[in-house]
């Protein structure tokens, strides 16, 4: 199964006691593909070292380069067309447009504006974490 992680839910992934390890976790047994892209990637690690400071970062960043190296499941994406589908919050069309190109089956977000791929025709689907944890993990 292919997805894309929101920055938001990426954040809330790791963490012993997090709701959402169990994606995570998923990701580390080579269950589910993620797929990145360079503007996503940049965006995790702005939001994370913001957040968090530069050593997290480099904890997350290490699990996605083992996550890659052990099951090839990391997919490093470079969409060649943008959809501007979400005009609410055009910084989230980085995703959108990395889920489509990637044929991604799910975008796992808790943010609404992601909508509006509902009903477009678009393979991937918005789901909330608790959502695809639920029914997936």
Not at 44 to 58: A, F, H, P, V
């Amino acid at each position: 199964m292919r997805v894309c992680l929101d920055t938001n839910t990426l954040l809330q992934i790791f963490g012993r006691t997090q709701p959402f390890r169990p994606i995570k976790d998923a990701m580390a047994r080579g269950r589910i593909e993620l797929a990145v892209s360079t503007a996503i990637l940049l965006e995790y690690e702005e939001t994370i070292t913001r957040l968090s400071g530069r050593t997290r970062w480099q904890e997350v960043e290490q699990f996605l380069i083992a996550a890659f190296q052990l099951h090839a499941n990391i997919l490093f994406i470079d969409p060649q067309f943008r959809f501007h589908l979400i005009s609410s919050d055009p910084d989230d069309n980085k995703f959108v447009d990395c889920a489509i190109a990637a044929q991604a089956d799910y975008i796992i977000t808790s943010d609404h504006d992601f909508d509006v791929l509902l009903g477009k025709g678009y393979k991937p689907k918005p789901i909330t974490p608790d959502q695809f944890v639920a029914a997936h993990c």
